[in-house]
């Protein structure tokens, strides 16, 4: 009985909602120059109906796919901070989730909270240990509206879908998207534990905080306080006084140090762990002198290995000019719907990405001209006109690589080198991780079958390639004195043919690389399993 009447009050606010919608937001947006008041508007009402409005309105806000790229910009604001709740209620939350009273719980605990969000706010506080930590609580009561407010979206959800009112796009699979997707962040123990993860790999002169677990229950996280000032503020700081007046507040500041920080530790976390902060905006982002904090770990994006590959081979690409080859892996990205423009959407994102690959390597050109972000408006520009769709981890992923170029632009230093930098040094790092001897040997003996079948011309092969000078020193040092010599014999033969391959065939690595790569790993297990053999026969 509680749950329909939640159900139906929430359903007359809903209804409330869409009148407003109609009579303030729709007659504004028929027009080119009403839209930005009309949009302004709709992020007003949306501001003014709560939790779950709010929520609906920052996930819209990613969804760049489906909606202009005006809207979502003033959509973004709705991450800007909301009016807190009274601190009697943040007293009674408290107390009820540690069922002791608040003098018991910390020493001390600030009356205003630190930063206000529409599911959480934050607050300082000490523990009775004598730490200094950051409190955030759970709004009261949003968990059930939240819940009410799913089961009324879903219902009419599935009727707008089986009225086909959206055409192919299905409003069940956004509703249950955005229901999963703000689920996550209802969640503190999750974003406790994605805390801790981040940590483990946030690299040098950057820091997250330390989750304090004996003060963390459901509807409380509480983590170590990190002192600095907020990007936010160092631009307004930057735009108003230039660098002196940044130093007048954070003594000894350097931009370009600590936004190398952030971007290795970001570009680290996307790439290499497939699991980032997924909203880098300037409040979550806490400058010091050569250092940079991160806070807030409720939208945390993860990648699967096969697309971190094909985002890094991508930009690889993008950077270097290689217009085709960018747009093939990019489309490889998104989905297409029925009614789907699929030569309009491959005219459309060539001229954007050319477009963005003049502006990187033109040297007078101004650096502004140079954020990805004005590019990716494009594409999704074009991917929404030809009917086209992409994966929230996607869309989470150029979101954050939007607003981490945005940090450096903000503060007047350059981002592509820190991209260039980082692509090439993960390419070198791949190159000496596939010929460690550990893993070689790990990857050759998977292949003994493969090699037991294949023909005894390969060693003539190998003869040709490597040169008789090569062979001798192979069976020079490749004595098969003992199990571990025989082993570093197998991994030194694995560089050399290696090095024989690649610098035969530079033209075709630099093309198809990917090919010649699995091509040439199972090649140079065999061929090292040809030498384990022959030293196996000579030694018996």
Same mark, same amino acid.
């Given at each position: 009985?509680?749950?329909?009447?939640?159900?139906?009050?929430? &359903? %007359?606010?809903?209804?409330?909602?869409?009148?407003?919608?109609?009579?303030?937001? #729709?007659?504004?947006?028929?027009?080119? +120059?009403?839209?930005?008041?009309?949009?302004?508007?709709? /992020?007003?009402?949306?501001?003014?109906?709560?939790?779950?409005?709010?929520?609906?309105?920052?996930?819209?806000?990613?969804?760049?796919?489906?909606?202009?790229?005006? @809207?979502?910009?003033?959509? %973004?604001?709705?991450?800007?901070?909301?009016?807190?709740?009274?601190?009697a209620?943040?007293?009674?939350?408290?107390?009820?989730?540690?069922?002791?009273?608040?003098?018991?719980?910390?020493?001390y605990?600030?009356?205003?909270?630190?930063?206000?969000?529409?599911?959480?706010?934050?607050?300082?506080?000490?523990?009775?240990?004598?730490?200094?930590v950051?409190?955030?609580?759970?709004?009261?009561?949003?968990?059930?509206?939240?819940?009410?407010?799913?089961?009324?979206?879903?219902?009419? +959800?599935?009727l707008?879908?089986?009225l086909?009112?959206?055409?192919?796009?299905?409003?069940?699979?956004?509703?249950?998207?955005?229901?999963?997707?703000?689920?996550?962040? @209802?969640?503190?123990? @999750?974003?406790?534990?994605?805390?801790?993860?981040?940590?483990?790999?946030?690299?040098?002169?950057?820091?997250?905080? #330390?989750?304090?677990?004996?003060?963390?229950?459901?509807?409380?996280?509480?983590?170590?306080?990190?002192?600095?000032?907020?990007?936010?503020?160092?631009?307004?700081?930057? /735009?108003?006084?230039?660098?002196?007046?940044?130093?007048? /507040?954070?003594?000894?500041?350097? +931009?370009?140090?600590?936004?190398?920080?952030?971007?290795?530790?970001?570009l680290?976390?996307?790439?290499?762990?497939?699991?980032?902060?997924?909203?880098?905006?300037?409040?979550?982002?806490?400058?010091?002198a050569? &250092?940079?904090?991160?806070?807030?770990?409720?939208?945390?994006?993860?990648?699967?290995?096969?697309?971190?590959?094909?985002?890094?081979?991508?930009?690889?690409?993008?950077? $270097?000019?290689?217009?085709?080859?960018?747009?093939r892996?990019?489309?490889?990205?998104?989905?297409?719907?029925?009614?789907?423009?699929?030569?309009?959407?491959?005219?459309?994102?060539?001229?954007?990405?050319?477009?963005?690959?003049?502006?990187?390597?033109?040297?007078?050109?101004?650096?502004?001209?140079?954020?990805?972000?004005?590019?990716?408006?494009?594409?999704?520009?074009?991917?929404?006109?030809?009917?086209?769709?992409?994966?929230?981890?996607?869309?989470?992923?150029?979101?954050?690589?939007?607003?981490?170029?945005?940090?450096? @632009?903000?503060?007047? #230093?350059?981002?592509?080198?820190?991209?260039? +930098?980082?692509?090439?040094?993960?390419?070198? $790092? /791949?190159v000496?991780?596939e010929?460690?001897?550990?893993?070689?040997?790990? $990857?050759?003996?998977?292949?003994?079958?493969?090699?037991?079948?294949?023909?005894?011309?390969?060693? %003539?092969?190998?003869?040709?390639?490597?040169?008789?000078?090569?062979?001798?020193?192979?069976?020079?040092?490749?004595?098969?004195?003992? $199990?571990?010599?025989?082993?570093?014999?197998?991994?030194?033969?694995?560089?050399?043919?290696?090095? %024989?391959?690649?610098?035969?065939?530079?033209?075709?690595?630099?093309?198809?690389?990917?090919?010649?790569?699995?091509?040439?790993?199972?090649?140079?297990?065999?061929?090292?399993?040809?030498?384990?053999?022959t030293?196996?026969?000579?030694?018996?």
């Open positions: 009985m509680r749950s329909f009447a939640l159900d139906l009050l929430r &359903s %007359a606010r809903l209804l409330r909602f869409a009148l407003r919608c109609a009579i303030e937001f #729709v007659p504004g947006a028929r027009s080119e +120059a009403g839209r930005v008041k009309a949009y302004r508007r709709l /992020r007003t009402l949306i501001e003014r109906e709560g939790v779950t409005y709010v929520k609906i309105g920052q996930f819209l806000a990613m969804r760049f796919d489906l909606l202009p790229a005006p @809207l979502c910009e003033e959509l %973004a604001r709705l991450f800007d901070g909301v009016a807190p709740v009274p601190f209620q943040v007293r009674a939350v408290l107390e009820a989730e540690f069922e002791r009273p608040l003098a018991e719980v910390f020493a605990l600030e009356v205003e909270p630190v930063a206000a969000a529409s599911i959480a706010q934050v607050h300082e506080a000490r523990t009775h240990g004598g730490q200094r950051a409190v955030k609580l759970l709004r009261p009561g949003i968990e059930r509206v939240f819940a009410a407010d799913m089961r009324i979206f879903r219902r009419l +959800a599935r707008a879908d089986a086909r009112l959206t055409g192919s796009i299905s409003l069940t699979l956004l509703v249950d998207e955005f229901a999963k997707w703000t689920l996550r962040e @209802l969640d503190f123990p @999750l974003e406790a534990r994605m805390a801790d993860a981040l940590r483990q790999d946030a690299g040098p002169g950057v820091q997250v905080p #330390v989750i304090d677990w004996s003060h963390t229950a459901p509807h409380v996280l509480t983590m170590e306080f990190i002192d600095g000032v907020s990007l936010a503020r160092v631009a307004d700081l930057w /735009r108003s006084g230039g660098n002196d007046a940044v130093r007048a /507040r954070i003594p000894d500041f350097d +931009a370009k140090v600590a936004l190398h920080h952030l971007a290795t530790s970001m680290h976390s996307v790439f290499d762990r497939g699991l980032f902060h997924g909203d880098l905006h300037p409040g979550n982002i806490l400058l010091r050569d &250092s940079v904090g991160l806070v807030d770990f409720g939208i945390v994006g993860t990648l699967a290995g096969h697309r971190r590959e094909l985002l890094a081979t991508y930009y690889e690409r993008l950077l $270097r000019g290689d217009i085709e080859g960018s747009f892996l990019l489309s490889q990205m998104w989905t297409p719907t029925e009614a789907a423009d699929t030569a309009g959407f491959e005219r459309e994102v060539k001229a954007a990405i050319g477009e963005w690959h003049r502006a990187i390597a033109d040297p007078d050109g101004p650096l502004a001209a140079t954020h990805w972000g004005k590019s990716s408006d494009k594409i999704f520009h074009a991917a929404r006109r030809a009917h086209y769709t992409m994966h929230l981890d996607m869309l989470l992923f150029f979101r954050t690589m939007g607003q981490l170029h945005a940090s450096f @632009l903000m503060l007047g #230093v350059d981002f592509i080198p820190e991209l260039r +930098a980082f692509l090439v040094d993960r390419a070198r $790092r /791949r000496v991780r010929f460690e001897p550990d893993d070689a040997l790990q $990857r050759i003996a998977g292949a003994v079958g493969i090699g037991a079948a294949l023909p005894a011309e390969l060693s %003539a092969l190998l003869q040709r390639g490597a040169g008789a000078q090569w062979e001798q020193r192979i069976q020079r040092i490749a004595q098969p004195r003992s $199990r571990t010599a025989s082993s570093r014999a197998i991994a030194l033969a694995l560089v050399l043919v290696s090095a %024989a391959i690649a610098a035969g065939a530079p033209a075709l690595l630099a093309q198809q690389r990917f090919l010649v790569a699995g091509t040439g790993a199972l090649t140079l297990a065999v061929l090292a399993l040809h030498f384990m053999w030293l196996r026969g000579r030694a018996a």
